[in-house]
C-alpha cells in the first residue's frame, strides 16, 4: 500500500507544473522510506517508513539538547556545566568569579565545606612542590601539586597529546603517559613524563606480551621520564584488562607500545610478572633499580580491603615500599568501558583515599609513602579536600581535556570527538592547534593552584599539608552536620600494629596475608 501511494503521489507531482519542483526533495525522502518498508532489521522503521528515523535523529541530539537546553548549572553527569565552565574560564584566562552566592542547597546532603580562620595567613608560600623518593632513590623527582593524570595515546589524539606535554613543560608539571606507553607526541615538547606501566607492559614488552627489562632500562632511563607508575587498577573499570583491536593498532600507535601493527592487542587483567604482595613488592624495586633509581608507585582503585592490608603486611615483612600509591576514585574516567563496571564496581576516591592513608598510618609507613589523590579533581577546592583526607598532591585527567576544548560530548568510545581530543581521525584534528591549546593547559592549572592557595590562606594554614579532617565537615541531614574525622574512622600512627583488634578494620587485617591476595582461611 505504502509503495503504491508514493508512487502515485510522484506522478501527480510531475503532471501538476508547480509542484515539479517539489520532487527534488520529495523523490529522495521516498527512496529512504521504500527502503524503510522493505528492509527486515528494524521494526519501527519497516511500520513507520520514513517517520521513524526522527526516533534516531533525537537520540544523536539528545546529549546535546540536554547539556545546553535542559540541564540546570548544576546539573549534568559526569561533570557539570558550572564545574566545566569553571575549568574553560581558567584555561581561557577568563573572569572565574561567580555572582550571587552559591547555587547549592546548603541544608541538603549535597553540601560539605572548608573550615576557614579568623586569622588568614597571606604570608602563606606562592606554591608548593614535594619531593618523592627522597630516601629510596638515586634521582628522587620534586612534584607540582597538580598533574596530568593518565591518559594513552591512542585513546587520546596525536595533537592532544602534544599539546598537554606542551602545556606541562610550559607550567613546570607532570605529564602520566597512560599504559598505552611513551609516544614521540610525549616527546615533542620534553614535558615532564610519568610513564604509567599496565599489565600490558607497552614499551617494555616482549612478543610474548611479558615484562622485557631491557626495553624498560633503556626507556625509563631517559631523562624525560622522571617517575615511573605501576598500574594495578584504575577507577573506570578496575579488575578489568583491555583489547586493542587490530584495526585499531595504526603504525603511530603499534611504534609506541611496541607491538606489530594491525595485529590485536590484548592487556590481561592482572600482572603476568607478578600474583603476590611480595612479589609485587619486588617488581616495584625491580622498577627502581633498572631506571637509574627513579621513584616508582603504584595506581590503585581500591577493591577488597583485605587486599589493600596484603600489601601493608608485605611492606613489614619484606622492608620494601612504593615511592607513591596514586588512589584512583570509581568517579575515574576513561576512553571505553563496560557500563556495569564504570557504574557497580570499585570504591569511591574518598573511602579509597582514606583506607589508604589509614593502611599506612596505622603501620607507620605513611612516612615513606606519599599518596596522590585521582577522580574528578578538578577545583582549587576539591584538591583542598583530598590534602584534608590526607593526599600529598593530586592528578586530573577530564579537566585537562576541558581545557584543551572537550565539551563532554559523551563520544571518546567511538572515535568521533567533535573537538579532536579523543579521536585519531586527522580532519576531526584539525581544529585542535597545539599552540593555542599549550597554553590553556598551563593556565587551568596555574589557576587552580592559585585557588587552592587562597583557599589554605583563609583556613589560616600555611600549606595544604596542614590540612586535616577535622577541618572539612559534611552536612548528615538538614539539621546535623559534623567534621569529617568524625564521620569516618582515621587510624593513628601505628594502631594497627599495636591493636587491630580495636579498629575497623580487623577483619580485613586478618584476613590479609603478605604472601598471597587471597583471604587468609
Not at 142 to 169: P, R, V
Not at 231 to 236: F, W
Not at 407 to 428: I, L
Not at 480 to 485: C, Q
Request: hydrophobic share 40%.
Amino acid at each position: 500500500m505504502v509503495p503504491g501511494l508514493l508512487l502515485a503521489l510522484c506522478a501527480v507531482a510531475w503532471l501538476w507544473e508547480p509542484a515539479r519542483w517539489a520532487l527534488v526533495a520529495f523523490v529522495p525522502l521516498a527512496a529512504i522510506a521504500l527502503w524503510d518498508f522493505f528492509q527486515h532489521d528494524h521494526t519501527l522503521r519497516r511500520n513507520y517508513p520514513l517517520v521513524a528515523r526522527i526516533r534516531w535523529l533525537m537520540e544523536d541530539l539528545r546529549p546535546f539538547a540536554q547539556a545546553y537546553i535542559v540541564e540546570s548549572d548544576l546539573e549534568g553527569r559526569p561533570f557539570s556545566h558550572q564545574a566545566r565552565a569553571l575549568v574553560y574560564a581558567r584555561a581561557k584566562g577568563d573572569l572565574d568569579s561567580h555572582p550571587m552566592g552559591t547555587e547549592y542547597d546548603v541544608y541538603s546532603d549535597e553540601y560539605e565545606w572548608l573550615s576557614h580562620s579568623i586569622a588568614p595567613k597571606a604570608e602563606a608560600p606562592e606554591y608548593w612542590r614535594l619531593t618523592v623518593g627522597e630516601s629510596t632513590c638515586a634521582k628522587p623527582y620534586t612534584t607540582a601539586m597538580l598533574n596530568i593524570s593518565a591518559m594513552s595515546f591512542g585513546s587520546l589524539s596525536a595533537k592532544a597529546i602534544e599539546a598537554l606535554n606542551a602545556g606541562a613543560a610550559l607550567g613546570d608539571f607532570a605529564h602520566n603517559t597512560g599504559e598505552g606507553s611513551i609516544s614521540k607526541y610525549h616527546r615533542s615538547h620534553g614535558g615532564d613524563l610519568i610513564w604509567e606501566l599496565g599489565s600490558g607492559y607497552f614499551g617494555a614488552r616482549k612478543q610474548d606480551g611479558n615484562f622485557d627489562p631491557e626495553q624498560f632500562r633503556d626507556r625509563s632511563a631517559d631523562d624525560q621520564v622522571k617517575m615511573i607508575e605501576l598500574k594495578l587498577s584504575q577507577g573506570a573499570k578496575p579488575g578489568h584488562g583491555g583489547v586493542l583491536p587490530a584495526a585499531k593498532v595504526t603504525p603511530e600507535i603499534a611504534e609506541a607500545r611496541g607491538v606489530p601493527a594491525g595485529v590485536t592487542v590484548t592487556s590481561p587483567a592482572a600482572h603476568p610478572a607478578f600474583s603476590t604482595p611480595i612479589e609485587m613488592l619486588e617488581f616495584v624495586a625491580k622498577l627502581r633499580e633498572l631506571s637509574g633509581g627513579k621513584p616508582v608507585g603504584i595506581k590503585l582503585c581500591v577493591g577488597q580491603p583485605h587486599e589493600l592490608f596484603a600489601m601493608g603486611k608485605a611492606m613489614l615483612e619484606t622492608g620494601l615500599h612504593p615511592d607513591f600509591i596514586t588512589v584512583d576514585g570509581a568517579e575515574g574516567g576513561t576512553g571505553a568501558a563496560p557500563l556495569e563496571l564504570s557504574n557497580s564496581v570499585g570504591m569511591p576516591l574518598r573511602e579509597g583515599q582514606i583506607m589508604v592513608r589509614n593502611m599506612l598510618v596505622g603501620l607507620n609507613l605513611r612516612s615513606k609513602v606519599k599518596i596522590a589523590a585521582s577522580g574528578k579533581i578538578h577545583s582549587g577546592a576539591q584538591m583542598a579536600k583530598a590534602f584534608a583526607l590526607g593526599a600529598d598532591w593530586c592528578n586530573a585527567a577530564r579537566p585537562f581535556m576541558f581545557a584543551l576544548g572537550c565539551v563532554q560530548s559523551m563520544n571518546c568510545h567511538k572515535g568521533t570527538c567533535p573537538t579532536g581530543v579523543a579521536t585519531q581521525e586527522a580532519w576531526r584534528q584539525r581544529g585542535l592547534v597545539v599552540e593555542d591549546k599549550a597554553p590553556r593547559v598551563a593556565r587551568f592549572q596555574k589557576q587552580t593552584l592559585h585557588s587552592l592557595r587562597e583557599i589554605v590562606i583563609a583556613m589560616g594554614l600555611s600549606s595544604p599539608w596542614e590540612i586535616t579532617p577535622q577541618d572539612m565537615r559534611e552536612r548528615l541531614n538538614g539539621a546535623r552536620s559534623d567534621a569529617i574525622d568524625r564521620i569516618y574512622t582515621f587510624l593513628e600512627p601505628g594502631e594497627l600494629l599495636e591493636d587491630p583488634d580495636s579498629t575497623a578494620y580487623a577483619r580485613h587485617w586478618h584476613a590479609a596475608r603478605a604472601d598471597s591476595f587471597r583471604r587468609a582461611q
